[in-house]
Structure formats: C-alpha cells, structure tokens
Nanobody
C-alpha cells in the first residue's frame, strides 16, 4: 500500500519561501510519476507541478518562475520549492502518486502578514 506523507507547510509572510516535502513508502518510488496539487478554500484542487519517473519536471504556467519540483529517489521524496509567496498561494498542498493513484493527507500553507 502506497503511503505519502507531506511536510513543510506553515504560516509564512508574503515574499517568503517554503520547501514542501513528500515522503513515499510502499512503492518503487523511482518508477513513479509524482505531482503536487493545491486546493484553496472554496476552490477545486489544481495541479501545480509534476515530475516523471525519468526526472522531467513540469510547472504550470500560473506559478512558473516561483515554483519548482524535484525528487530524490534515494530518499523516496519529492519536493516543491515555493518562492515569493503571496496570499493567493494559501491552500492545502497535496502530494500525488500518478502511477498508483495515491494522495497524501496534505499540508497547509498560509501566507499572511
């Protein structure tokens, strides 16, 4: 059974940075396509970045230049680096394993002064 555990969220001031982590277990992580989604209050969950098993990253246009995704197969972990945070980035951020259709429990990111 695949388990995904996100961490790294919190309260941050506008302009700040965060690095979210998602630790995976129960799969051959190096063969999985992974992604990060977010869901703001009252809005649908949306994808923000993906990375293939061959380490090809994609970041959606709306956050390109501020968000980056990476993975460390030795640690079974995928990361989301978020820079120049704004209140519009406030959301629960979820890790997703596309290969096994699994989700983490989410980590809250709140951007506020």
């Amino acid at each position: 059974q695949v388990q995904l555990v996100e961490s790294g969220g919190g309260l941050v001031q506008p302009g700040g940075s965060l690095r979210l982590s998602c630790a995976a277990s129960g799969s051959i992580f190096s063969t999985t396509d992974m992604g990060w989604y977010r869901q703001a209050p009252g809005k649908q969950r949306e994808v923000v970045a993906t990375i293939t098993s061959t380490n090809v990253p994609t970041v959606v246009a709306s956050v390109k230049g501020r968000f980056s995704i990476s993975r460390d197969n030795a640690k079974n972990t995928v990361y989301l680096q978020i820079n120049r945070l704004s209140p519009a980035d406030t959301a629960v951020y979820y890790c997703h394993d596309f290969t096994h259709s699994s989700w983490g429990q989410g980590t809250q990111v709140t951007v506020s002064s």
